[in-house]
């Protein structure tokens, strides 16, 4: 028998969940409650929610004017679970991101909601590439992450996540990232001379899959140019570009897409995490129109199009995306995020930390595991939830909702500060 749980007890979680759960360990209390920037425990006490469910929640938790329109869909007995069929919900949402994000930007795109997860998304992508080109392998890159279902985890680095696989990743090549050998050399040459080199061992992939701000890899940017070459090295050999935005995508980075400010066309992008705007679960892959080779129902699954979601997520559109205001406020908030982290760095001199990353997706480079991992647990126990990433847990990630007001974000910012002095 489970004892009957009091406050904030983890007793339930220890004697009922698997081993396999984390967040928990990390932030050992009980939450009951959030709204915006803030997270409330079963004591009431309250947390500055540094974390936005991993980039789930770029508009904070439970935002009312999604939450009013998600109560009023389901009043009206609105189709919560249709499959792939066409609803109204559906066609609300694909027609409003196409004339909301698409069309202002330029861009043409197909539809494909595959299941409702991230990695669901970006094992269509890969399934589809292969498809389209004949190809097998993908190349993708040092410290990247797409997932943990065996296709999502063959294009993924860390070594953590691949060894719980139990039998062979393969049908991936990894490449180095930008700046993997530091500034003065640009990998994107090695990857060129690769592929023109019919004695270089590496076959002809299908397609390059990466992330414009490595998320789980350690919050690694890759610059315009890299990216405009590998672009250029994409078209050159018919290579399929996909652009996983699942992380850093939503605004995350400043625009809708991450990849704007270096002008992609992209063949294939991937969205979640932030896509229904309130951390209900959805996913989208956007394709080039030729590349829609599909067959009907040849990639299908039981939860594609979250009809509740997709009525979530056009309520994020319209809020938020029908003019340029959430993009200057975070830029204006990334400056005052950046400036402030980097005056955190250089006060604590003797550690060497550094500040990474782009808009509103920012890491502090700690170095060590260890000393990021005592900032962090000081950090939450002062009342702030921030994760860690990189291939050692080196680097503090911040990501606070997009829509955190200033007072908040320089609160949060305060615990951060003092949990640095503290710690070093
Ligand atoms: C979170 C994430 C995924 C995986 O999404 P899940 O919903 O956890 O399967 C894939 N790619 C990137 C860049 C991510 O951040």
Not at 173 to 193: A, N
Not at 288 to 317: I, M, Q
Request: charged letters at 20%; hydrophobic letters at 40%.
């Amino acid at each position: 028998m489970v004892q009957e749980s009091t406050s904030n007890s983890l007793f339930a979680f220890e004697a009922l969940e698997s081993n396999v759960r984390s967040y928990s360990r990390t932030f050992p209390v009980v939450f009951r409650k959030a709204a915006g920037a803030i997270l409330e425990d079963e004591n009431g006490f309250e947390f500055i929610d540094f974390l936005s469910g991993a980039g789930a929640l770029n508009y904070g938790h439970n935002d009312p004017d999604f939450l009013s329109e998600a109560k009023k869909y389901m009043e009206l007995n609105g189709i919560i679970h249709g499959l792939d069929m066409a609803t109204s919900a559906k066609r609300e949402f694909m027609t409003c991101f196409e004339a909301t994000i698409l069309r202002p930007r330029g861009l043409t795109y197909k539809f494909q909601f595959p299941g409702p997860t991230g990695a669901n998304a970006v094992e269509a992508a890969l399934k589809l590439a292969r498809k389209a080109t004949g190809r097998q392998t993908i190349i993708s890159f040092t410290n990247g992450f797409h997932g943990v279902s065996l296709g999502a985890l063959a294009v993924t680095g860390n070594k953590y996540y691949r060894n719980a696989a139990g039998i062979p990743l393969n049908y991936t090549v990894f490449m180095p990232y930008d700046r993997y050998f530091g500034v003065d050399y640009d990998t994107s040459e090695y990857i060129e001379r690769v592929l023109a080199d019919a004695s270089s061992g590496v076959d002809m992939p299908a397609a390059i899959i990466l992330e414009t701000v490595q998320g789980e890899g350690g919050i690694n940017t890759a610059s315009k140019n890299w990216l405009q070459s590998l672009e250029r090295l994409c078209r050159k050999n018919c290579i399929l570009l996909i652009i996983d935005d699942i992380q850093a995508g939503c605004g995350r980075t400043g625009s809708f897409f991450s990849f704007e400010f270096a002008n992609l066309s992209p063949d294939i992008i991937v969205l979640s995490k932030s896509l229904s705007g309130c951390g209900l679960p959805l996913s989208l892959l956007l394709l080039k129109p030729e590349l829609d080779v599909w067959r009907p129902g040849e990639h299908n699954g039981t939860f594609r199009g979250n009809n509740l979601a997709l009525v979530t997520g056009t309520a994020a559109l319209r809020k938020y995306w029908a003019n340029e205001k959430l993009s200057e406020t975070v830029m204006e908030a990334a400056r005052i995020l950046r400036e402030r982290l980097q005056k955190v760095a250089q006060s604590n001199g003797d550690h060497n930390l550094s500040v990474r990353g782009r808009g509103m997706m920012l890491g502090l480079d700690c170095n060590t595991g260890r000393l990021a991992e005592k900032i962090a647990r000081r950090a939450f126990e002062d009342g702030l939830v921030v994760e860690r990433c990189g291939a050692e847990h080196q680097v503090i990630k911040l990501l606070p909702p997009l829509t955190i007001d200033e007072q908040t974000l320089q609160r949060g910012l305060d615990i951060l500060d003092r949990s640095v002095n503290a710690s070093a």
